[in-house]
């Protein structure tokens, strides 16, 4: 028999490191009021983050807060089911929604992006809790359909879910991908597909077509649920028919890249945000708990934003 | 030590070393999958799928995806051995082998046929820059055997390696060069002609030309020895460095480019560590191929007996002209390199 494989391969995800490490997984909720709450969470976690340098990959977490709200809150198992990022660039987004299930410590978040961090603004084979990562575009949903092979063949009771982008629909090894896990009826694959309509040039419809997105999916054999990507019931409902397909399944997702934060303004690159004088302030005061909107600190530190963004 | 067991020549040939080897490993082991891009019976992978068709999956023709899938496979533990042409295996999907294989350093096995110009095909299949390729990304082992004892033997070998390994098969009949004394091991280099004036330094196909090579050079008084290097990353750097010290001249010899395969991880040995000792590099000098037969193509790029006869009998200063091989008919089950 085989040598012992390293134990973090056997796992669903790559353990935080100690000093990183939360209180633990949260309990599941469906509570559509909280989904939503964990959502607006994430956004004030991104941009306590993007603060720090004063750039970063904004627009990301902004158009995918509730997809992850729902995905790590409702619906992952977390330490069973395995969860593969395939634009790197979302780490950020991932970052924040682990500390919103209990995943990661928030106090962490002070470190994205920072020389030496664990928690990079791309993420690599050292970032925590995730199965794979691929910053390489259109490579994650191939390590999907490996994954969700593996637990078919071991009859075991795993999902895998993909995160992707839309404009990672442009890389063929995606249709490669898709081919395959339809072939195979992988019905333990659910893809969520964050349709933002945007790229590094631009929106994604003066580059190329990629409509229609959820037709070519349904030609390829997927189950395809479309949904409006910032309304975390719809999320749910879809994210639970998905899990109880045979077949593979996406979630073509709408969404704006700048979502929640009406006072920064959607007229400047959404795909990598640079913070002009007052933004950070602005973007705190769009994504302030709801109940109480709290006045936004007058001169916050970056690190201090981002360790108590959420409080 | 690795034993020697060297046969004489003419030497015979097999079929389906590799095929017949994973199929008995795979039936030891259950985490053992097979993975085939098309090209099944053309890379030996026919006989698990007959045999044991739940450890063989057909990805089809798409190679980066085989690549990720591979990577998701090993992720939960299992040993992924992947099968197409080595070109196919490298150049295609080379970001993806990079990111979700070599970077995690997964227990994914590449094992690519029609190595250099083996191949009829032309520069599409000719697989001459694969070595380099895998050469250049950490945690990968890369392996070029010489003969059928080889193959079978490396097919366990790398599934016992932890992490990923390239490894390159001559396709269809695989001669057989040595006996059951030979034993293989990573990185272990081997001198299975000793000792010589000249050291050939020989990896794959090359290291039985190099072997009838040295014959035709002892038999015109100038020694020869052979030093079969079938892990050429990481190289055996003591091997290496004791073929300079013992050596007037090395040749190197592969089926490949002379850029970044054996004859680039030699001349980074010697010159690391301040070795004199001539080079010459026998092996694809820096172009492509066209599309003809592999001996045709072994003579008109120097990859021949007599090229590689030919490079060390200058290497060593020999005045006049450099002896030449007879040519050898060979009968069908028998192999003589060209």
């Known amino acids: 028999m085989p040598t012992q494989r390293p134990a973090v391969l056997e796992g669903a995800c790559r353990p935080a490191p100690p000093e990183l490490a939360g209180s633990g997984p949260l309990p599941a909720t469906a509570d559509l009021a909280a989904l939503a709450a964990t959502a607006r969470r994430i956004r004030r976690h991104a941009v306590g983050m993007v603060a720090i340098a004063g750039m970063g990959y904004l627009g990301q977490a902004t158009s995918s807060a509730e997809l992850f709200a729902v995905l790590y809150r409702a619906v992952l198992r977390h330490g069973r089911d395995r969860f593969v990022l395939s634009p790197g660039h979302y780490a950020i987004t991932h970052y924040a929604a682990a500390v919103e299930a209990g995943l990661l410590a928030q106090g962490a978040l002070a470190t994205y992006g920072v020389d030496g961090t664990w928690l990079e603004s791309i993420s690599t084979e050292r970032t925590p809790l995730v199965s794979a990562t691929c910053g390489a575009l259109g490579q994650g949903l191939s390590v999907g359909v490996g994954l969700a092979l593996a637990a078919a063949l071991a009859g075991e009771d795993r999902r895998t879910f993909v995160f992707a982008s839309d404009g990672e629909m442009e890389e063929g090894q995606t249709w490669e991908a898709a081919m395959f896990a339809a072939h195979h009826g992988l019905g333990g694959l659910v893809l969520l597909l964050d349709c933002n309509g945007s790229q590094v040039d631009g929106p994604i419809g003066t580059v190329t077509t990629i409509e229609p997105v959820s037709a070519k999916w349904r030609s390829f054999g997927w189950d395809v649920h479309g949904v409006d990507g910032h309304n975390v019931g719809a999320i749910l409902a879809a994210l639970e028919a998905a899990t109880a397909s045979v077949r593979p399944s996406v979630l073509v997702a709408r969404t704006v890249m700048l979502e929640g934060l009406g006072s920064v303004g959607d007229d400047r690159d959404a795909h990598f945000v640079t913070f002009g004088p007052g933004d950070v302030e602005r973007a705190l005061a769009d994504t302030a708990p709801a109940a109480s909107a709290a006045p936004a600190p007058a001169a916050a530190s970056a690190a201090a934003v981002a360790a108590g963004a959420a409080s | ?338």
């Open chain 2, 1 to 338: 030590m690795s034993g020697v067991d060297l046969l004489p020549f003419p030497w015979t040939t097999t079929t389906k070393p590799y095929g017949s080897a994973l199929l008995e490993l795979a039936r030891a082991r259950p985490d053992v999958l097979a993975l085939g891009a098309d090209l099944t019976r053309q890379t030996e992978t026919d006989l698990i799928r007959d045999e044991l068709p739940q450890q063989f999956v057909n990805v089809g023709m798409a190679e980066q995806n085989l690549m990720g899938i591979a990577s998701g496979l090993a992720r939960t533990g299992r040993c992924v051995f992947v099968h197409t042409f080595g070109v196919f295996a490298t150049r295609r999907p080379f970001e993806q082998v990079a990111m979700q294989v070599a970077y995690p350093g997964l227990d994914v096995k590449i094992v690519g046929f029609m190595p250099g110009l083996s191949s009829p095909g032309g520069p599409s299949h000719q697989a001459v820059d694969d070595v380099a390729l895998m050469r250049a990304l950490p945690n990968m082992t890369v392996m070029d055997v010489a003969d059928a004892t080889e193959v079978r033997q490396a097919v366990a070998l790398i599934a016992e390696r932890e992490g990923p390994c390239s490894l390159r098969l001559k396709r269809g009949e695989v001669p057989v060069l040595f006996g059951s004394e030979h034993r293989l091991a990573v990185p272990d280099a081997q001198w299975i002609l000793e000792p010589g004036n000249v050291a050939v330094i020989a990896s794959g196909m090359l290291v039985a030309t190099a072997v009838r090579a040295a014959h035709v050079c002892d038999e015109a008084g100038l020694p020869v020895s052979v030093l079969n290097v079938p892990t050429l990353k990481p190289i055996d750097r003591e091997a290496v460095l004791e073929a300079a010290r013992r050596s007037s001249a090395i040749v190197t010899a592969e089926n490949h480019s002379v850029v970044g395969g054996l004859g680039s991880a030699v001349a980074e040995v010697l010159a690391e560590a301040g070795a004199a000792t001539p080079l010459r590099r026998v092996g694809v000098q820096d172009t492509y191929a066209q599309a003809s037969s592999a001996p045709w193509l072994f003579r008109e790029h120097g990859l021949d007996v007599n090229a590689v006869a030919q490079a060390a009998w200058t290497a060593a200063g020999q005045p006049g002209q450099a002896p030449t091989a007879a040519d050898v008919a060979v009968e069908p089950g028998r192999y003589a390199p060209v």
